[in-house]
């Protein structure tokens, strides 16, 4: 056996130090400030050391996205529904943290166990057979997957942080041009407001409800849903992208479309997030010839006289100006909720239509040329992922040999270049294995 079952008990409450697994990570929590599924006492938890690899072997059939292995970086307690293991003095433990991590990442582990909850006990798990290299090529594989995993991690950090860049810039891009239109040297004039404090000439600051109507959907009950019929547009099916998501949408009868008329769903609609912690949340409904109802806490939103385009509508209520002034004005009842009331005191921007038409196209150019980046980008993180777990796998099955790998002295100013050949390589093998698929 290169592993036991860890079997020591937080009794006394001799330790404090609280962890948590989360995907794949172990993490310090606050034991007094402790959320969550909360024992009257941490005694009963598991008292685990450096090195012990943790197991989340529970409800395998219901969540298929979480990581359900990690590694001990330090001494703490853990809840006893999971199962800790003890590594043997001969062995490396890193490196089978490693092995039973890419089994992990592959979704091994959702094919075994039983039960109604569909668990792995550790009599069962040990029947599992693992690799196990010399003690020496352990430490090796451990070394190497623990340099090139790190120096992923950074790569990945650096792309995410490049999103975020361009994402507040597609933020700052809609709102210069909703505030400022598209001749930034034309002259302007001031305003009192808390949000802006000019405005060019010839356009005005309005009442919101002087321009735009909202109407809210209806408060489909459990009652009201079926296993099939019309599907009803909740706050859920509202994308952070933009988009309408309607995979996982709600049912109710057919017959619901004749009986709420007015709350069904047109091309090009605006729908925004009237509550919860995704508030404000907006897409452009394309409902592809589908009939669609519209729920209570989704607001849909049309302009009412000709001095307003629905298209400026659509950006202006993204825009940084409007979305500041539902924060100032929502309303905190055990979660955010904005409603008609609320949108009454806040003010829109009008300028001349043939200015909005002009506007909108510049935003429409700069966010499709920001939203192609970070795409790409995107990719490029979900291939570097890819890459990552296929280097874990190769590495604890020996096919890298690293006996003559030796790790940089210093990460100082670190050069890219050669992962991204790596990963470009690894692209073009996807590419050609594609194909060969489709030859076939």
């Known amino acids: 056996m290169i592993f036991t079952e860890n079997k020591v008990k937080n009794t006394g409450l001799v330790e404090r130090n609280l ?77 089978f943290y490693y092995q039973l991590h890419f089994l992990d990442t592959i979704k091994y582990f959702y094919n075994l166990g039983g039960g109604v909850r569909q668990s792995l006990s550790y009599k069962e798990f040990k029947r599992e057979t693992l690799l196990v290299p010399e003690a020496e090529e352990q430490i090796k ?59 060019p000439v010839g356009f005005n600051l309005e009442g919101f409800n002087k321009n735009v109507f909202l109407k809210h959907g209806f408060q489909f009950r459990e009652e009201h849903f079926s296993q099939e019929g019309i599907k009803v547009v909740k706050i859920t099916q509202l994308s952070p992208d933009g988009s309408l998501r309607l995979e996982n949408a709600s049912f109710v009868p057919e017959h619901y479309q004749y009986d709420f008329k007015n709350i069904i769903i047109e091309d090009n609609d605006v729908l925004m997030a009237l509550t919860g912690g995704t508030i404000g949340k907006i897409i452009r409904a394309n409902i592809n010839g589908e009939i669609l109802l519209q729920n209570y806490r989704v607001g849909n939103f049309y302009p009412i006289n000709d001095k307003l385009s629905k298209d400026f509508l659509y950006w202006q209520l993204k825009s940084e100006f409007i979305q500041a002034q539902m924060k100032f004005y929502v309303r905190e009842t055990g979660q955010p909720n904005i409603g008609k009331g609320d949108f009454r005191k806040i003010q829109l921007i009008i300028p001349p239509i043939d200015e909005q038409e002009k506007i909108v196209e510049i935003i429409v150019q700069e966010t499709d040329k920001i939203d192609t980046t970070i795409s790409k980008i995107e990719k490029e993180i979900a291939l570097t992922q890819e890459y990552k777990t296929a280097i874990i796998a190769e ?14 002295d210093s990460t100082e100013e670190e050069n890219y270049e050669e992962l991204e050949e790596e990963l470009s390589l690894a692209a073009e093998d996807e590419a050609e294995y594609q194909t060969e698929e489709i030859e076939e």
């Open 395 to 408: 590495a604890v099955t020996g096919k890298i040999d690293i006996r003559d790998f030796k790790i940089p």
């Open 19 to 95: 962890l948590s697994l989360s995907y794949g990570k172990l993490k310090r929590k606050d034991i007094d400030n402790a959320t969550g599924l909360v024992p009257e006492s941490f005694e009963g938890y598991q008292i685990i050391e450096e090195g012990y690899i943790i197991l989340r072997f529970t409800d395998l059939q219901n969540d298929k996205k979480s990581l359900r292995v990690g590694y001990c970086p330090e001494r703490g307690i853990i809840t006893n529904a999971y199962v800790g293991i003890v590594p043997n003095e001969d062995i490396h433990s890193k490196y």
């Open 141 to 199: 594989i451990a070394a190497f997957l623990d340099y090139k995993l790190a120096k992923i991690n950074r790569f990945i950090q650096k792309k995410k942080q490049l999103i975020k860049l361009l994402t507040e810039q597609k933020v700052a891009t809609i709102n210069q041009a909703i505030t400022k239109g598209t001749n930034l040297e034309s002259a302007t004039y001031g305003i009192e407001n808390l949000w802006i404090d000019e405005l």
